[in-house]
């Protein structure tokens, strides 16, 4: 719901007289980290219903210092 009532104030910040970036640097690349992001959750909650919580926990503190290097 705060969402939907916010997103005019989005599109009031939104500056449409620039162009869009459809390369591999653009959406393609958001794209492709929400893709890795969701299968890290994924296997996250498997590893934390299946008892290897002490393997996987520690790791995921790592997960935005690999996307900034990913995206850099």
Excluded: E
Aim: zero cysteines; hydrophobic letters at 60%; glycine letters at 6%.
């Amino acid at each position: 719901m705060t969402a939907l009532i916010l997103s005019p104030v989005a599109v009031a910040m939104t500056d449409f007289s620039s162009p869009v970036n459809w390369g591999l640097r653009g959406p393609w690349l958001a794209a492709i980290v929400q893709l890795l992001n969701a299968v890290g959750a994924l296997t996250l909650v498997y590893a934390l219903r299946y008892g290897k919580a002490i393997i996987v926990v520690p790791m995921t503190g790592l997960a935005p210092v690999i996307t900034v290097v990913f995206i850099n």
